[in-house]
């Protein structure tokens, strides 16, 4: 039997009991839009976790911090600073000076090795007459696109006495001459503008000195929901000349001072804990989001599953509801089945044509209900939204919970529909297959 | 006997268990049926006639005993290859039509040839030619309910003949019909026949004779001759007659 005559008889014979067709079906429409409408949610709550979490966006990159021993351990996971010129008398410390850097940028699957540095002393920024207190970072090869930052304005590429700035830093400028009762400044436009820089140091007698650098702020960076949206980004080498002046001169050695911080940049997330626990072995302290995310991900992978079984519970109803109803169409078409075999149909033909009826109930209910199972989640969504702009009026923070729908899990949902009409045929279409024809034309 | 017999039957037996009984419908049966006859088998009901229609097409199969068909030994088939055997060499006509009742005439008459794989311009053609060969061209977009019983016997036998067989099978295909109706049907067959076609009917209408090239009387499974069957039928006449007057 060729498969469009094939295909057009089990439409033809779908055709003929539309009305108990489109019963049955409705029982797979109710399990299929159960699967994807709690499956899109647990994907939902999934999404709405990961990107509330802070610095979760980019999962390619590892931070790793110097180990400072024992007794500094917690300082420095907190700050990262009193790095630079610290003393080396704790004997199992590991700084990421240049060589530790070749190491780490020797592990399999390391794109790129970026140290990072902090001003060791309090600076002012000043763009007219507003200024704000912000934490300058130094980046080494000057190209901030390598630490998978995106430009709102402006460059990534940093020269020497220029600046990039996080999206938040033009909210911290304040108006040093404000009372109380007066309107807030209106946030100045940074972009292609010349800011002071003041740094400022006491000597050992308790005067202050002040040193006064003019900078070009070059770009303005997207928001990147980690620590770069509040930091002012300057070549390494100015970070340097700075840190020196507070150092009062003396030089800072990176083959023995190393660096603050070193972010590592993975080819790809899925080597990311493997890289992050190789850099832990080095002795130093690697800490990736990946590894939180993952951990995450495993919980609502198991949701996922818990939410997709209890959908499949309504699918494995609606498959006794398609077995049932197959069996009663082959009581009823057991003459049919007899005449079918007297003019030519083979066993395989006969079998054919049952389990392709009952698949196509599968599959029609796995359309009806991936319709509904998708415009739920749409209609939850729009709930849901209403619902959060409720809260935030309150002034509560949302959480930005939705129904997410992937592509995948419709086709799967269809595909899976049909299997459920297929398998759920396999036996009343095995029967009709091996009716006797004898018997089946005498059947009354 | 100058060719081989198109159908030859050696020792047939077919026995089917009721219960606790065993009911040899077919009790050995030696047959040969020559290509291009008519041949016609008598026998009241429970002779065993339509078990061995059904055997010689393919629909059941033997306890014991061989069947060769155009040389193809059907005891030896399998399901599988039997369909095809169907599909192929035999037509079949029943006593109920066997209609599909939600298809028009001209889908039941192309049925057969879906499972035949033949494409639906050529499905097309010879419907209607062979629905015109029964003179109901005309009719050939009703349903099976808009037509009379001849009417629905004709389009059995054009379903019958689409996939050109060698042999036409008919299990008492006037026994649902009315005398003129039956009587054309019978003329059909005979004119099918004439084409070179060989067929087969089993009834128990004896005003079959007339058609015969061959006539096959059958007792309790056993082939008799027809002095033996008369007699036996007129003495199911006397039993009726008894019955009719108790």
């Not at chain 2, 159908?7 to 009721?18: A, E, P, S, Y």
């Not at chain 2, 057969?112 to 494409?119: D, E, N, T, V, W």
């Not at chain 2, 042999?167 to 054309?184: C, H, K, Q, V």
């Given at each position: 039997m060729r498969f469009w005559d094939l295909f057009s008889l089990i439409i033809e014979n779908l055709n003929r009991r539309k009305g108990r067709v489109a019963l049955t079906a409705i029982g797979v429409v109710i399990g299929t839009a159960a699967v994807v409408l709690l499956v899109s949610l647990a994907i939902g709550l999934q999404k709405s976790a990961t990107s509330n979490l802070w610095g979760i966006n980019d999962l390619s990159r590892i931070e790793v911090y110097p180990n400072y021993g024992e007794a500094m351990m917690v300082e420095a996971k907190i700050g990262g600073g009193g790095g630079g010129g610290g003393g080396g008398t704790v004997s199992n410390q590991k700084l990421l000076t240049t060589s530790a850097l070749a190491d780490i940028a020797l592990i399999p699957g390391v794109q790129k090795v970026i140290p990072r540095d902090y001003l060791m002393g309090s600076a002012v920024m000043k763009a007219g007459t507003l200024e704000a207190w912000t934490n300058i970072m130094g980046i080494a090869g000057s190209d901030l696109d390598d630490m998978g930052y995106l430009s709102g304005q402006g460059t990534l590429e940093l020269r020497k006495g220029t600046a990039i700035v996080g999206s938040w830093v033009v909210n911290n400028f304040y108006d040093p001459k404000i009372r109380p009762g007066q309107e807030p400044p209106v946030p100045p436009e940074l972009m292609d503008q010349r800011v002071k820089l003041v740094l400022s140091k006491w000597t050992n007698d308790g005067q202050e000195v002040k040193k006064t650098i003019t900078l070009q702020i070059v770009g303005v960076l997207q928001e990147m929901r980690n620590e770069a949206d509040g930091s002012v980004f300057v070549t390494m080498e100015d970070l340097t000349t700075w840190n020196e002046w507070f150092n009062n001169g003396k030089r800072i050695n990176r083959n023995k001072d190393g660096y603050n911080n070193v972010i590592v940049r993975a080819e790809s997330p899925e080597v990311v804990v493997d890289i992050t626990n190789q850099i832990n072995e080095l002795g130093f302290m690697a800490y990736s989001p990946q590894s939180t995310v993952e951990g995450i991900n495993s919980f609502f992978t198991i949701l996922q599953i818990i939410f997709g079984g209890i959908g499949a519970i309504a699918l494995l109803v609606a498959a006794i509801g398609i077995a049932n109803t197959m069996t009663m169409a082959i009581l009823e078409r057991t003459r049919e089945i007899g005449l079918m075999k007297a003019i030519g149909a083979t066993n395989k033909d006969v079998l054919t044509i049952f389990l392709g009826e009952a698949a196509g109930i599968g599959l029609l209910g796995g359309l009806g209900g991936v319709l509904f199972g998708w415009g739920g989640s749409k209609i939850l969504n729009v709930f849901a939204m209403q619902y959060l702009a409720s809260q935030a009026q309150q002034g509560m923070l949302g959480s930005g919970l939705s129904a997410v729908t992937p592509t995948w899990l419709l086709l799967f949902a269809i595909i899976f529909a049909t299997m459920v009409g297929f398998l759920s045929g396999l036996y009343p279409a095995l029967r009709a297959a091996t009716l006797e024809p004898v018997m089946a034309l005498k059947y009354e | 006997?100058?060719?081989?017999?198109?159908?030859?039957?050696?020792?047939?037996?077919?026995?089917?268990?009721?219960?606790?009984?065993?009911?040899?419908?077919?009790?050995?049966?030696?047959?040969?049926?020559?290509?291009?006859?008519?041949?016609?088998?008598?026998?009241?009901?429970?002779?065993?006639?339509?078990?061995?229609?059904?055997?010689?097409?393919?629909?059941?199969?033997?306890t014991s005993g061989a069947i060769h068909v155009d040389d193809l030994a059907l005891e030896k088939m399998d399901e599988n290859d039997l369909g095809i055997f169907r599909r192929k060499k035999v037509g079949f006509i029943f006593q109920s039509f066997n209609l599909i009742s939600s298809m028009t005439a001209f889908q039941n008459?192309?049925?057969?040839?879906?499972?035949?794989?033949?494409?639906?311009?050529?499905?097309?053609?010879?419907?209607?030619i062979l629905l015109s060969q029964v003179g109901l061209a005309n009719r050939a977009h009703h349903r099976?309910?808009?037509?009379?019983?001849?009417?629905?016997?004709?389009?059995?036998?054009?379903?019958?003949?689409?996939?050109?067989?060698?042999?036409?099978?008919?299990?008492?295909?006037?026994?649902?019909?009315?005398?003129?109706?039956?009587?054309?049907i019978m003329k059909l067959l005979s004119a099918l026949n004439k084409e070179g076609r060989t067929i087969v009917v089993v009834t128990h209408d004896l005003r079959m004779r007339q058609f015969a090239s061959e006539m096959i009387y059958l007792l309790d499974g056993l082939v008799v001759s027809e002095a033996e069957y008369e007699a036996a039928a007129s003495f199911e006449l006397q039993e009726k007659e008894v019955e009719e007057a108790i």
């Open positions: - | 006997m100058s060719e081989a017999a198109f159908i030859q039957i050696q020792d047939l037996r077919k026995t089917f268990v009721m219960g606790k009984q065993k009911v040899h419908a077919l009790a050995g049966i030696d047959l040969n049926i020559l290509r291009g006859s008519f041949t016609v088998i008598m026998g009241p009901s429970g002779s065993g006639k339509s078990t061995l229609l059904y055997l010689l097409g393919g629909l059941d199969r033997a008459v192309t049925f057969p040839m879906r499972f035949a794989g033949i494409k639906g311009a050529e499905r097309q053609k010879r419907a209607a099976p309910t808009e037509l009379s019983g001849g009417q629905q016997q004709r389009v059995a036998i054009a379903r019958a003949l689409v996939n050109n067989p060698p042999l036409i099978l008919a299990d008492e295909p006037t026994g649902n019909l009315d005398t003129t109706s039956g009587y054309s």
